[in-house]
Structures are given as C-alpha cells and as structure tokens.
C-alpha cells in the first residue's frame, strides 16, 4: 500500500513539474513560502477546470501569506457569489494605496493642469479581467497563474512590474456561468480525455456557460449597468481609473489568437481619441507579438472584432481614458478538442492568455509615463470638444412617469455624468420640460464623450458590419423626452443617489373608490402586489377626468379603478393595501367620494374591466433563445416581482396550458413542437387565452400558420448574368451586414387607445431592432397596435432599401384573433437586455391586459 502510495506520489509531482516548467518557468525563481496553484488546488492548471470558490480560497491564501496582495470584494452576483479583486504590487504601493488613487484619479479632472514630471513616480494601474463569459474558460485558469507569478516571483522582470505597476486582477467576472460550465465539463471529463468534437463534455446543453443568472451577456452590460455583477464593477472602475484594461475571451476551437489592433470602427466619427486606437494599440500590439512568436503560437489582428459599440470591457473603458484590450483564444471547450491543425488542449489556450497578461502588465510600466499623459489628455479633450460643440447641454425629463425618469438618473450617476436640476420650465422642440420632473447634462464636463453616448444619434457609418448594436443611444431605449439646447440654461443642484426619491401623492381613505394614473412604469407591479392581497383592480379603456381635491384631474387610457365595495377585504384592510403597494412602487393614487366624472366615462362603465391575475408561462431550452427568455424572466422577476413558469421545450407535451392565461414564444425554432403541440397551443387560446410572440417566435407561428397573418416579403427579382451584380468573394464578410438590421432605434406610432398600448402619454416612442422579422399590417383595423412613423429612423444603420422595402412597409405590433383568444405579436424584443424601459411597458400590458382584446 505503501507503495502504491509513493508511487501516486511521484506521479503527481511529476505531473506537477511539468506543468510548472509549461507555465511557470520563464518567472523563476519563486518565493517558497508561496503556494503555487497546483500545490494549492491539488492538480496542474488545465487538468481540471477550477471551481470558483476554488479560486477564490486561492486568492484569500495569497492575501493571507502575503503583504504584496490585497483581496477586496465589489459586489455579488445574483446567485450570491462573490465578486473580488486582487490587488497586486510592492509593498511600499500596497501600504500607500490610497494616497496613489488619489492622485492617479485627480488626473481625470479635465480643469487640473500638472507639470511635467509631476506623475513620473506615480506606478500604472493595470486591470486583468477575466471570464466575463463563463464557458471561456481558459482566462480564469490564467488569473490564477497570473496571480501567483505577480505575487510570488523573484524575477528581476517581476520586480520590476510590481514596483511600478499597481495590478488590479478580477479573475472571474461572471461567476454564475463560470460555475455551469465548471460543471459540466469536469462531469464528463474522462480519465483517457477525448478530443473528439462530438464528446459531450465538449457540447453544453441549453443555456450553457456564456450567459449569468438571468442568461445575460455581461459583455454587452458594461454600459446598460442592468445587472448587480456590471453595477459593482461600475462602482469600483470609478473610483480608480485603471489606464489598462484587458478583457480575455475565447471564440471558435478552429481559430487560433486575436489580439488588438481591431478591424477599423464602425463609426463614421468614433467618439474616442485617435491616439487610443492607433498609438497605444499599436505600442501594447508589439509586446503580444513578441510573446506570442516566443512560443510559437499563431494569431492575427486587425481582421476580426470592432469597438464600435462602448458597452463591451474592452470598449468602455476606451471612453473612460483608458486603453482597452480584446483578446481572444481559440476554445477548446473542455480538456482537449480535435481541430484542422491537431488538437488544441486547454493548458495551451491557458499559456497563451498567460503570457499576454504578463506582457499588458510589462508594456504598461514600460509607458506609464505615456499612460498617464494620455489619460489627462481625454479628459482635457473631452472640455476642449464640448466647447467646440454647438450643443450647450441636454435637458431631459418626463412630466408623468417618474419611475423611468429615476431609474435613467440611475443610470447616468453609475457612469459619473454630472446632472443638475432644472430650475425654471422650459420650451425646447415643442416640449415644456418642467422643473422637478426635468433635469440638465451640461456638455461641458469630463465624461463629455459618455454624454454623447448616451444621447448623441447618427445616421452616417463607415461600414455595414457590426460586431454588435449599431445604435445605443440610452435616452432613447429609456423613452426619455429629452433635447439639446445650444444656449445656456440655468442649472440647479448637482444631483447625488441621495436625492433620487419620488414625491408621491397618497391619497385619503375613501369609502367609493381609488384611482391610480396609467402612465408610471411601475404600474404592473402595483397591480399585481394588489391582486396578491386578493384585491380587484379594473382598468378603464376610455378616458375620463375626476374632481381630486377640488381641481379636475385627467385619467387617461389604462388608469385603474379600484372600488371599495365589491372587495373581499374591509374598508381599511383595503386601504393599507392601497397604500402600502403606493408607497413601494411610488405610485400616485387618489380617493373619490363618487363614481360620476366630470367628463368621459363614470366609474361604473361597462368601459371599466376586472384585471385577471396573470398566470405566465414561457417556453425554454433547446431551441428557443437565451438570450431573449432571460430578458423576459428578468423582467418578470426583477422588476414586477411576479413568477414566471419557464417550460422547457422538451416537457412542453406534459405541460397542462390550462393553469395560465399567458404562454410567451420568445425567439428560436421549436423544432422540437410538433403539430399535436400546435393544435393544443392553438385550442388553448381560442379558449380565451393570450398568447404573446417576439421576433423569430412571431415568424415561427407565422410559418406554422398558428395566426393567420403573413411577413413582407421582397419581390421576385431574376438572377441571371444581365441583372445580377457580382462581387469579389473576399468582400463577403463585408456585405453581409446590409441584409441584416444588427441593432438599430426607430419611431413608432401607437393606437393609446389599445390595450397593449395603455399608459404612454405620447403617440410616438422610439423602438428598437435587431432582427429581419417584418411583419404584414393586420389586414384588420383594429389590431394594428404600431406601425412605423412617415420618417422612422432615429439611430443606427439600415440599408435604404430594407427601410424603404421592408421596414416602412411592416408593423412593430401586431394583435392576430384565434377563437376567443388572441395572439399579441412583437416584430422586435420590446424587453431588449433589460434596458429598453420604453418599450417593457408594450409586453407587460399584452401579459395583464391581454384579455380585455377582443378583436371585432
């Protein structure tokens, strides 16, 4: 036994030895008091993949054995794991930490001047971020080994970097879809390992790794900040102010490397200073190069990846006055993998990340002096173009919503935009913004190129190929009446968090009834928290107008009714219902001693409906998007707070369509729903039911003639030799993106009148899309809840033709009868990555309204 023993001893350091000679040996020697990963861990970097709290308990040790590193926590995710950075440098940096920030962070005052050689002992302040997709996972692997090496190495090079750097390493930014693609792949990793692609460990099920809790993309989140991983980080990244940051990924098993310089932007005018994309790129280019030639990895740039859209962590901090930097590893997808050139291991695709975070460190203390000038200079050229810019400021605000108007605030504060209260009222583009419910984003200030991109719109691109979005303008995703003002305008109070509260009216108990306005943003989630404590709460779909308090006070379509009578709880029991929901969701509401109005319908209408409680379902899985059913169940979960039955595809046959009033169809193929499944979806709704379609999920029920409605459709058009137009073959890639609408905003019109449309106080409201889905107008006239306004596009790039041909020509929502029931049907996500508060409201009022339909 014994012998045995020794001999799987021997074994392991052997194993052990080599793989420290792989990874390790180019930074020897090490401090012996330091453990390195695999005496950590148990096992050599790339024989398994690390669990989180693996890393994590690696990285406390660090901190414990250490006083060159520091394990702070910024956040936690949704599934309560936790979100760290550690901080790396020479001690007499860790003790005077603070003290650094400080003076590194006063260089993004754009009004501050320094004097030459005032920052030359100032260390560079380097941030490694890692696995913000969790199923790539050769990055955090690397995190692991960076840290050690930064920590624990004696090599001349490495003491060089820690005196003059400040390394800031996040080793797993998505911990959720790290954890399920951890899983998996060590569940089916074999002792002989396979590299055969079609080897379940590397094929994951639906949702798969990439994606957090909600199914998100945390790469796309950076700017929208919707989820508390983007929040906490956003949080940290402003109070430091990193010149680097490295953002590691992976991408096809049968790539090899990226590393920047990118494609050329999309932008006509990128926002960004020249000097990021040409001089700092290529500079920190030449130090990949040499590591990547050292050991004979191949890669490439320039071809691939575009930094076009800023809310990617390799684009974001490109507008924060930092450089940002893409790489990405060929996959392979678990421990080995057949590809055309060999096989691609994972210890590889961990060496190759490895060594260009070693480089980013190095090239950054090499030119900290050039950092720093930089980093001074954006922000004293983010002044210099807002004077230069004919727009003074913005204003924007929203005289009946103050929910969405709080959480746009919300959004601007994370991002550090200066806002100041609007004083007096005023007229800009036909629209009273008025003070209280407006506010001011003056030009002139240091995150003047995040206020461009927040409100800026443009029309005009260099090419027709987006790796992402082409359109991100906030204001308009968040419905916010807002206008730019070349004059000056008075400005009030700068506003802070603190001053982001809600005036509320609580009305007075009443013994007829209460009235609540349609239009705030939160109104679903008060009537779903009143249907919870079993109160009735009715909807009126025609206006009218009441005397509150002596003046006569409209209420618009969808406003609710909640009478006293007729209530299964008492007069008070009711009212602390009322109020309670009020005061959480900061909601107005108003008593009324009468149900007579002073104009439009009384309160006793037949005009006036019960709200049914909604009971939601939604399909999931194997066919059917991630993406859009994560934004879905955020939604729901998040910000109504109400439950959604997600089915799988696979169970659907089982389900019982009985126990809901709504099924959503997000996306996908649904391969897997046959035409015994049809027919049942079909029955179901003409039984009175909603069913609610988005995107390829409206095309879906389209082509399986579930509606009877029909997608425009381009003409027949000859393709012979006298007609066609030819094009090299090399430029494929190129062409591509002008029959595709990549992301893009524009106008559409809304009958208010409509259920689905209840709550907007404007006719029209911009709107997005990503998709080729276009949808024929409903040949009947009452089921055209939007269509496209005369001159639609508002951002983003389009083709004339598929805005003329298509776009115009089809309808954003539609409403398709079956039965009794009826199918609401979204051209375009309306819920699109958490952000497009201007259009959640079309969704939620097809899932609780969507029974008072009834289409002639």
Sequence with gaps: MKKFLTSVLAIFMMSNLIAQEYFLSAYEPYDQSIPSPEAFLGYSIGDYHSRHDRILDYLERLDELSDRAELVEYGRTHELRRLVILQISDVANIDNLESLRQRHVAMTDPEMTFSEGTHSDLPAFVNLGYSVHGNEASSSEAALLTSYILVASQHPLIERLRQNAVVFIDPCINPDGRERHTQWVNTYRSEILSPDPMDAEHNETWPRGRTNHYWFDLNRDWLLAVHPESQGKLNWYHQWYPNVVTDFHEMGSRSTYFFEPMRENGSLLPIMPKENYTMLNDTFAKYYQREMDKIGSLYFTKEAFDGTYPGYGSSYPDIQGALGILFEQASSRGHIQDVPLGKITFPFTIRNQLVNGIATVEAAVDHKDLLHWYKQHFFKSALSNAQSDPVNCYVFGDNYDQSRLKAFLHLLLRHNIEVYALTDNVILNDYEFNAGHAYIVPTGQGQYRMVQTIFETYDQYKDSVFYDASAWSLANAYNMKYAPSERSIQMGNRINVEDLHVEQHIASPSGYAYVVPSEDYHIHSLIYDLQSNNVRVMVAQKPF????????????????????????????????????????????????????????????????????????????????????????????????????????????????????????????????????????????????????????????????????????????????????????????????????????????????????????????????????????????????????????????????????????????????????????????????????????????????????????
């Design 545 to 856: 107008s009441l005397s509150v308090n002596g003046e006569s006070r409209e209420f618009s379509y969808g406003s609710l009714v909640i009478p006293v009578q007729a209530q299964d709880v008492n007069d008070e029991e009711l009212y602390e219902f009322v109020r309670a929901a009020a005061s959480k969701w900061n909601i107005d509401f108003y008593s009324t001693p009468t149900g007579f109005s002073t104009s439009g319908i009384d309160l006793g209408s037949g005009y006036i409906d019960v709200i049914q409680k909604p009971k939601a379902a939604m399909l999931i899985g194997d066919g059917t998007s991630g993406y859009e059913t994560g934004f879905v169940w955020h939604l729901l979960d998040q910000r109504v707070k109400m439950p959604i039955t997600k089915i799988k595809t696979s169970q659907f046959g089982r389900a019982d369509l009985e126990k809901y009033t709504v099924l959503v169809l997000c996306s996908g193929s649904y391969s897997t729903i046959d035409s015994t499944d049809i027919k049942r979806i079909r029955e179901w709704v003409a039984r009175g039911k909603t069913l609610i379609t988005i995107g390829r999920g409206s095309q879906w029920a389209i082509d399986k003639k579930l509606v009877k409605e029909a997608l425009v459709k381009k003409g027949e058009t000859k393709n012979d030799t006298t007609t066609i137009e030819r094009i090299p073959y090399d430029q494929a890639r190129e062409h591509r993106g002008k029959d595709e609408v990549g992301g893009a905003i524009f106008e559409i019109e809304l009958d208010r009148s409509h259920p689905v449309a209840y709550g907007y106080s404007d006719d029209k409201i911009p709107a997005y899309r990503n998709n080729t889905v276009w949808l024929q107008p409903s040949k009947n006239e009452f089921s055209n809840v939007a269509v496209y306004s005369s001159d639609p596009h508002i951002d983003g790039f389009i083709t004339d033709e598929l805005l003329d041909e298509y776009l115009k020509k089809s309808s954003p929502v539609i409403v398709s009868r079956i039965g009794s029931g009826r199918v609401v049907m979204f051209a375009s996500d309306p819920n699109f990555r958490g952000t497009w508060y201007g259009t959640n409201k079309l969704f939620l009022n097809a899932l609780f309204y969507g029974e008072l339909i009834r289409i002639p």
